[in-house]
């Protein structure tokens, strides 16, 4: 072995979180119980958790090395710049709001957009209606704490996972 001044640490770091190992039949309970409802079911009584994307899973050594070296810093972080700078040269634009995810950017543009509606085309948001084939939980919520009536317009093969025109 070769005379190091200091050795280094005999492992790799990495992020392990153990989850608790369930049957079939105690995770068809659970849900059972919660009412068939996902944001009902405890933490625990999912092994795979398929309800987001908001990276409440697993990150890669790389992650783990990025958030490591991102400046943290309240205000004027290179972290931002860097981000505004690619943003201006990807899409143009001259001004970034980055947020942590996408309700908390519906929280800044959905009232802005609604009064942009009120503004420019003289509506009352009262009388507003957003169409989706499916709203996402969080983005219909956010319509209609700003007063906008949201409606839903979906087929019922939407529900049924084995209809064909709906598979990839």
């Known amino acids: 072995m070769e005379n190091f001044k200091h050795l280094p640490e ?15 039949a105690y995770r068809e309970e659970a849900i059972i119980k919660s009412g068939m409802n996902p944001f009902l079911l405890d933490s625990e009584d999912v092994f795979i958790d398929l309800l987001t994307d908001s990276g409440t899973g697993a990150v890669t050594q790389s992650m783990q090395a990025a958030m490591m070296r991102g400046d943290e810093a309240y205000s004027g972080s290179r972290s931002y710049y860097a981000l505004a700078e690619s943003v201006k040269n990807i899409f143009g634009y001259q001004y970034t709001i980055p947020t942590h995810q996408g309700r908390g950017a519906e929280q800044i543009y959905i009232p802005v957009l609604i009064k942009k509606r009120e503004q420019e085309k003289g509506l009352d948001r009262s009388k507003m209606v957003a169409f989706s084939n499916y709203f996402f939980d969080t983005t219909q919520g956010h319509s209609q704490i700003n007063g906008c009536t949201v409606r839903n317009v979906y087929i019922k093969e939407a529900f049924d996972t084995g209809y064909r025109a709906l598979r990839l």
């Open 10 to 24: 005999p492992f790799r770091i990495r992020v392990i979180e153990p989850v608790k190992r369930t049957t079939r």
